[in-house]
């Protein structure tokens, strides 16, 4: 038997070599952006590593901004500059709408509006969230609850400075972030400043879950091998989702008990409004429990831990930054003043501070790589774009594009103080939020949150690393996921100014 294993193996091994080069000639012939030259089998899921982010960022300085390479056996397309971006959504946007849907998002892409191909029940639910939850005059509606929680933030971190309690600043800007996001949909608080085990928890899951989806996953490599699930990372996405799912069936089965609130003075919540949406049996957004769940799911997960994490870096960068630090606070003080609260609508006269944000949305994108995939074949600069290739854009690396950003590493929220750039999806250059059609409908709750939250924090502490930290510097490690975020939580101890 050795002896015929051993006869057999030179032919094995020429047919495997055969394979592959007739595999390399018809990836050349098929006209594909420039990318490294995929090996057998694996193609180039050896030079990922465990932060693709910036791997990707560091080919694309090889290979240029729109690069193609093969994962496994799928065939994937980076875009790593505003230039070519402005290709894929904006002049093309319908034909990369769709997106790239990890596996170990499961049953949940069937009802997420983040993972839902456009089409018309995709249409109806971003209607909604449009007008009932993110519209300027809902908004302006819910101003006193905002204001509401950040005063309840301030009087916490007041109260750990009385203690000598270092803020754990992630953990309280994303309990902040839940709540303001709850009230604004149940009428209630989910978790609490003061309960550290129960706020954690839910961070934990939230943090756990945009983790496992944004994870390298054997069944998204080899497609045909999915039904397996051989990492298990489906099956942990499910469980994490049922943990929300229980919350949200609760507040929901509760509501239901109480009946409707149309008897009632006080504004319509969210789920107020779902639930009587939902009672027309509207065919075209089919608004059944499964639907709502995938909502909320999507809701909090986007919008807690992308605002919070935000928040976390941005105290990070300015700690680190004493000069910077120092002209935030000296705005606040001369805008703002001593009074007790800063408004929303006094955000328009402090451009540091917005130059702060968006310095902090360009180095810590949340999203660090948009997840697009081609519905059909296309010519893009001369190149091939397979029908249902994914498309990958860089966001990370287009906020550490040294052809548009000078010292691309260094944080210098002076940049923004003489340019017009914003980052609402119309200057491609800075698109944290995304761009086109499937720009993050929660945006405008996360600037206007974002910033009077930082605001409140600056204004009211003074803020000083640890001994141990102020020697050895902050860790800006990040841990990679669908969001990207600190991997070393940041602690800091404040004194009321």
């Known amino acids: 038997m050795a002896t015929l294993i051993l006869g057999w193996l030179p032919w094995l091994l020429v047919s495997a070599l055969t394979l592959y080069l007739l595999d390399l000639i018809v990836h050349s012939r098929r006209r594909l952006p420039p990318g490294p ?19 990707l960022a560091g080919l694309a300085e090889r290979y240029g901004p729109l690069m193609s390479l093969r994962l496994g056996a799928v065939t994937n397309v980076v875009v790593s ?3 070519v971006v ?10 990369f709408s769709d997106r790239s849907i990890p596996d170990s998002i499961g049953d949940h892409r069937k009802n997420s509006i983040v993972f839902m191909n456009p089409g018309p029940r995709w249409r109806a639910l971003r209607r909604i969230m449009a007008t009932e939850l993110f519209s300027p005059h809902r908004l302006d509606a819910l101003h006193e609850l905002r204001q509401e929680k950040v005063a309840e933030l301030v009087n916490h971190v007041a109260r750990l400075a009385r203690e000598g309690t270092p803020v754990d600043v992630g953990r309280v800007a994303f309990t902040t972030s839940v709540n303001l996001l709850s009230r604004t949909i149940f009428s209630c608080d989910l978790t609490s400043l003061d309960d550290h085990g129960a ?9 756990d879950m945009l983790e496992v989806a944004g994870s390298p996953n054997f069944s998204d490599f080899y497609p045909a091998f999915a039904a397996v699930d051989l990492q ?13 799912h229980r ?4 507040e929901m089965d509760q509501r239901k008990l109480c009946g409707t609130r149309d008897d009632r003075k006080e504004k319509d919540d969210f789920l107020e409004v779902l639930l009587r949406l939902g009672a027309r049996d509207d065919d075209m957004t089919g608004l059944d429990g499964d639907t709502l769940r995938s909502l909320f799911s999507d809701l909090f997960a986007a919008g807690s831990d992308t605002s919070s994490s935000t928040m976390e870096w941005a105290m990070a960068e300015l700690l680190k930054n004493r000069v910077q630090l120092a002209k935030a606070c000296d705005e606040l003080v001369h805008v703002v003043g001593s009074k007790g609260r800063i408004e929303e609508s006094e955000i328009v006269r402090l451009p540091y501070l917005q130059a702060v944000v968006k310095e902090t949305l360009r180095l810590h994108p949340p999203a660090p790589l948009i997840l697009r995939r081609a519905k ?7 190149y091939t774009i397979p029908k249902g290739a994914k498309i990958l854009i860089n966001v990370w690396a287009m906020g550490r594009d040294k052809h548009i950003w000078p010292e691309p590493d260094k944080f210098m929220p002076e940049r923004f103080l003489d340019r017009t750039i914003d980052f609402r999806g119309g200057d491609l250059e800075l698109i944290p939020f995304g761009a086109g059609r499937r720009i993050c409908p929660g945006m405008p709750l996360a600037i206007r949150m974002v910033h009077v939250v930082l605001a409140s924090l600056l204004m009211h502490f003074k803020w000083r690393l640890p001994d141990e930290v102020e020697q050895n510097g902050i860790d800006m490690t990040e841990r990679f996921g669908l969001t990207l975020v600190k991997a070393i939580p940041l602690s800091a101890l404040v004194t009321p100014t």
């Open 37 to 55: 030259c995929p090996l057998p089998l694996i193609g180039s899921l050896h030079l990922l590593g465990d932060q693709p982010h910036r791997s």
């Open 81 to 83: 500059s505003a230039d």
């Open 199 to 207: 706020s954690k928890e839910f961070q934990h899951v939230i943090a």
């Open 232 to 244: 298990g990372l489906r099956r942990q996405g499910a469980r994490l989702l049922s943990q929300l």
């Open 376 to 382: 059909m074949e296309m010519q893009i600069r001369g």
């Open 247 to 250: 919350l949200f069936d609760a």
């Open 86 to 95: 402005r290709e894929f959504v904006q002049k093309h946007d319908a034909v």
